[in-house]
């Protein structure tokens, strides 16, 4: 187990001095807790606390990332530091699959174990006399009126050519960065975010007509459950990864990152891929199958 | 952020700058403050949770309502389970783990130390989330730690307040674990391969990993909850095409594991005490790490057998009862293995020995509890009852918190610098032990007699088991503070602690002065 460290000579291991910035994370969190406690039973004053702890929450997090933006340029970081935050990064990423997991779980137990029991012989005769196993469903008992699916080859086809493509121009500004090509990376990321704020707006526009046209609503039943949080879950992600790439890019125009020592960039692409990656399923098992 | 520090930063050139007094507890990157702070919360909640049982054991003293309110009794139950299992014994582990990992693999400190203080400080804006929402209109949450809805789509606030406490504690255990993971991974002395790992880390390399793997599904599960109490969703809704099953599978691929997340580290501990004491290393290394990840990967596949209830095909019943018959043999492993490290060892019963035997006997005896609860045939009559209840106190308690204070007792004198009260060490097991057992050993015939469990009254002839385990639980209570006794003893003085005050103790720890100095390992040692 051999140690190389940067040419900067960085510490075999680096332990940062004591800090604040977990206090306030903390406190942040306890407010946006609360505060969403308090919103969700129109408690009046919710708001205010949840706006508060998202403001506290966006303050830890500029400058918690700044100090480690500023340690990472500073040379504090030697190769094994870099070996750690790789490893947190996939363990990271790891997680979130399974948080998705849950809510594919719940799409694939709806349609697979729910739907063909609710409609059996004894339910039918005994309980829902209605009950049709067919999806997309809102349940035996929905009574919001008809409703049609979103269907596959429209907009969420265009954002999978959308994403996809955004995953070329990704790579395509790691090439740019890998080579010293600035240029390359500037342009490449740009798009590649670019590509991203024009998925979200699809997929805002795409929403707006579920509910005006299509009559999809969070409450067409577990049909309007799965496709709400499953995408939605997902665009929150395109979110923070877009957001994440805009601060790449900030930190590229700033001149930080070399061809050498650049993980900041590659974890945020990690990151984007895997979006992209929950994307195809979503486009499959949720649009098109 | 045209202000870049030169490489000459390091962060020990700042310790004249470290705040003092309770901020230096606050900002601590420190691994050994951290497990501190963790240890003394963990202890704290445990004493918080403890009381609550207290309550239970009152109320069921004997048959009528006397005590609590039947709503207050669920609320009891539920606030019991979730802070003892999120409370008390994960955050005791990762207290061992912080405390103990950088030092066992040589390394200065965690992989990552100021998130490593954001992990611990996440858990008290939960404690007070959990614990005020009994004081909310409604009160607290009253399903029962599980969760389940319909009832928990119905409850009042109290219920919102412990989703977020949930969420809140799973984005702490999984930023503890990353940090776990990698510091083990990527923090190791050289020359400490794998395979020379302690036990100890190893354990917690694969609970790390359960916790990342299952937290997240926890969160899924309780999420769901949410937007079908506030936001008109149907996951758990029959009439929206949901089902409440849905509910139980989630929960179950999380609480299976979660069970082995409490149980694996305790493997660790004992794993590491019992040939300390026994003067003879460890039987069948090889063979622990690969039964201990075996239990790991079975406790992904086993999940229905908390359900054999709620109906389920024959198949699906049958393959859940092997399968989960099969998690006995890997435990059979570990246990064979720690007797046959004792089996012609030269052996002391020192406390933590004391307790390591402890969780050997009564965690078997849980582990074959539930060995006849994987039955699906068995299980349908007892699911739900005291028996149930004893089975997993026993692994939980016997097997989880004895090995927590084998632990402590164990790595006391590396953390103060000072040996315990070896006499109180001995009263607090014999207490434990005995009061352990009159609480939990009756609970079996009252399950298999048919006294159901979350119900606060019962019927006349369970009255005199009834009796024997509420006083067994106010003496059990009651001892645990003579470990608070110990413990504080030994931080105010008594014989000093060697570097190695166990001569049979072998690992890294002990290679460092008694107390542990603020710094360790800044400069990696070289294993052999």
Redesign the interface.
Known sequence: MSSSHTPQQAPYYYVPAPSTYPITGSIALFLFALGSVLTMNKISGGGFVLGAGLLVLFYMMYTWFGKVAQESEGGLYSKRVGVSFRWAMGWFIFSEVMFFAAFFGALFYARVLAMPDLASLEHQALLWPEAKALWPNAGPGYDGGPFSPMGAWGIPAINTLLLLTSGVTLTWAHHGLLHNNRGQLKLGLFLTIALGVVFLGFQGYEYAHAYSELNVKMTTGVFGSVFYMLTGFHGFHVTVGATMLIVILCRVLAGHFSPENHFGFEAVAWYWHFVDVVWLLLFVVVYWI | ?A?????A????D?AH???SGFM?W?????HKDIGSMYLWFSFAMFIVGGIMALVIRAELFQPGLQVVDPDRFNQMTTLHGLIMVFGAIMPAFVGFANWMIPLMIG???M?????N??SF??L??AA??LTSSLLVPGGAAASGWTLYPPLTVQMG?GM??AI??V??LG?SS?MG???I??TI????????TLMKMPLFCWTWLITAYLV??????L???V??I??????????F???????PV?YQ??FW?FGHPEVYIIAIPAFGVVSQVIPAFSRKPLFGYASMVYATSSIAILSFIVWAHHMYTVGMPVAGQLYFMFATMLIAIPTGVKVFNWVATMWRGSLSFETPMLFSIGFLFLFTLGGFSGLVLSMTAVDVQLHDSYYVVAHFHYVMVAGALFSAYAGAYYWLPKWTGHMYDEKLGKLHFWLSLIFFNMTFFVQHFLGLAGMPRRIPDYSLQFAEFNKISSIGAFGFGLSQLVFLVVVLKCLKGGEKASAKPWDGAEGLEWTVPSPAPH?TF???PVVK
Do not use: C, K, Q, Y
């Open positions: 952020m202000a870049i520090p030169g490489g930063d390091h962060s020990h700042h700058d470290h705040p230096r606050v900002t601590t990157t420190n390394a200065s400190d992989a990552f130390a100021r998130m203080n954001w400080w996440l008290p804006p007070i989330l606030i919102d307040m977020f406490a969420h809140i984005i999984i674990s990353i940090n993971v990698t991974l990527n923090m190791r002395a050289p020359g400490m990342i793997a299952v937290m997240p599904v969160a899924g599960a999420t769901m949410l937007t079908d109490r506030h936001f008109g969703t149907s996951f809704n029959a009439a929206g095409g949901g089902d849905l599978h989630i691929f710094h800044e400069v990696p």
